[in-house]
């Protein structure tokens, strides 16, 4: 009987431990898929936060320019910082009126005089932000020092339970999917113990006896990825279709380059297939291992 | 004897320990009670002769054939197929040795869902055997043992005779060297097992070694072979042309 007859025959005689077995492993591969989804989309999101995050020191209006552009010096001189930027009264107006453009009767009322010189500061990692705010806050000439930290911790919290959650229910499906697969091999086992006794006793090797079983493993753990993969490859055609994330999604570590979402689960979906293809091979060697030993 | 040694038992022992160990007041197992099954059996059996192990229920037949087999471990001793210890052999290469010992047992062990013919191809197939070969060598086998006209009923549509000679067909499907019979006529009516018997000699006379277990006197008598006699895990007697007491 080929490996194929023997799917089929298990599938036509256990059909609701089969279709359960597949409807679990297809739920983990989906859980599994959208936490590596999710996982990719707030360290995407994270990466760009922390590529706009920024200090903003702004500065008293007698501080002169020369001063500012001294400051400036000095902190790029500082291994923490990425990037100094400095707007001047004029270039903070430009930014204003490019800002309110549609608000004629407030650009008429402002002024460069009004409007405050500043640094841009970005540093290589979000937890010197504030380190850096804080040391820059008592200099003379410095007016006021604004960062949103709130929104840059509040991120990284959110995504930090998510990961936990995450990696809970992943690893919990699982291990739900391999005893699914123990169980649907053990119970198949079982039935055609007999037929295994005599295989072995008639000289058939241990590969020749735990092929099919394998095989089946294999079928029942890489069918569920496949339709797990399908699923989640659809769902970002309909996200793409809904324009969601349209500009691509930035790619953690290297923000600068996009990808778009269908790319992204077009991946996590091959990660899945291999995924599968692992589950099904170890569930079901470590079933038979114990049926070779006589 | 001038022949060839084929199998070489050297002080076979066997010993099985009891579960049901009694416990003293603090829970503690006393003395472990063991049964030993075989108590160091030395026997060689030669190339082409027709053997019988003979001896009463329990007297631990069975238990050498399936030492013989592999299918169960030894406490003690060492098996020589020619010069390979069979009992060396690691676990992942048993294969090869039960594929050149032909081993029929008292239960037949034939897959019911499966005919004759698939039953004997299935010896064939598990060495992955051409198909035109077990469409050649199958038949031949089949022809035999007189059942080539039943190569397409399955078990339960056979006599225990015929379940038999088919059991015996699947083990010369790959013609091996030794052909071990573990009680081959203990569920079969008389008639059927004078043919199982004359199958046998038929297959020793072609240069098989064969090695029957039996407690069937009346065959053992009739046959006038060599006839080890075992009791109680020791071999007490080896005779040649013996008979079923001596």
């Known amino acids: ?294 | 004897m001038t022949q060839n040694k084929q199998l070489v038992f050297k002080n076979i022992r066997k010993s099985y320990v009891l579960n049901s160990v009694p416990k003293n007041r603090r829970g503690e197992a006393e003395d472990t009670p063991v049964i030993e099954v075989l108590k160091g059996v030395s026997l060689d059996i030669y190339q082409g002769e027709f053997a019988f192990l003979v001896g009463e229920s329990g007297a631990g037949k069975s238990t050498l054939v399936k030492i013989l087999i592999r299918e169960e471990e030894p406490s003690e001793g060492e098996i020589y197929f020619g010069d390979t210890n069979i009992l060396e052999i690691p676990k992942q290469e048993i294969h090869l040795i039960r594929r050149k010992i032909g081993v029929v047992f008292q239960d037949f062990k034939l897959l019911e869902s499966k005919t004759v013919f698939e039953n004997v191809a299935i010896a064939l197939k598990v060495v992955d055997a051409p198909e035109e070969e077990i469409n050649e060598i199958v038949p031949n086998v089949l022809n035999m043992v007189g059942l080539l006209d039943k190569k397409d009923n399955y078990p339960h549509q056979l006599s225990g005779g015929e379940a038999q000679k088919t059991a015996i067909a699947r083990a010369l499907a790959h013609e091996p060297d030794i052909l071990v019979a573990d009680e081959p006529t203990g569920m079969i009516d008389p008639e059927s097992g004078d043919q199982i018997m004359e199958i046998l000699e038929n297959i020793a006379e072609r240069g098989t070694t064969v090695l029957m277990a039996t407690h069937d006197q009346d065959i053992v008598n009739k046959m006038q072979k060599r006839v080890i006699r075992i009791h109680k895990g020791e071999i007490i007697s080896d005779k040649e042309k013996g008979h079923y007491h001596e």
């Open chain 1, 1 to 294: 009987m080929s490996s194929f007859e023997r799917i089929k025959e298990t599938f036509q005689k256990e059909k609701v431990l089969s279709f359960a077995n597949i409807l679990t492993m297809t739920i983990t591969f989906l859980v599994l898929g959208i936490f590596m989804l999710i996982v990719f989309i707030s360290q995407s999101t994270l990466s760009y936060l922390e590529q706009q995050t920024q200090v903003t020191a702004f500065f008293k209006d007698d501080f002169s320019e020369e001063s500012i552009l001294a400051l400036k010096g000095t902190l790029e001189q500082d291994d923490r910082i990425a990037e100094v930027e400095y707007i001047s009264k004029e270039d903070a107006l430009k930014i204003f009126s490019e800002i309110n453009a549609d608000e004629p009767l407030l650009l008429e009322s402002i002024s460069a005089n009004i409007l405050p010189a500043s640094l841009k500061i970005r540093t290589k990692k979000l937890e010197n932000l504030k380190i850096i705010a804080e040391e820059l806050s008592p200099n003379e000439g410095i007016e006021g020092v604004k960062f949103f930290e709130d929104v840059i911790v509040k991120f990284q919290k959110i995504a930090n339970i998510v990961y936990i959650v995450g990696f809970t229910l992943t690893a919990m499906f699982l291990f739900v999917s391999y005893s699914a697969i123990v169980i649907t091999l053990r119970t198949y086992i079982n039935k055609k113990g007999t037929e295994l006794e005599i295989l072995k006793l008639v000289g058939a090797s241990n590969d020749y006896v735990q092929r099919p079983i394998i095989t089946q493993g294999i079928f029942f753990s890489f069918t569920s990825s496949v339709i797990a993969t399908v699923l989640l490859v659809s769902g970002a055609l309909i996200a793409s279709a809904l324009r969601i994330f349209r500009s691509g999604l930035a790619m953690p570590f290297l923000p600068e380059i996009k990808v778009s979402l269908i790319l992204v689960t077009a991946i996590l979906g091959i990660v899945l297939l291999l995924s599968g293809l692992l589950l099904g091979y170890l569930g079901s060697k470590n079933t038979v291992k114990k049926y070779l030993e006589y």
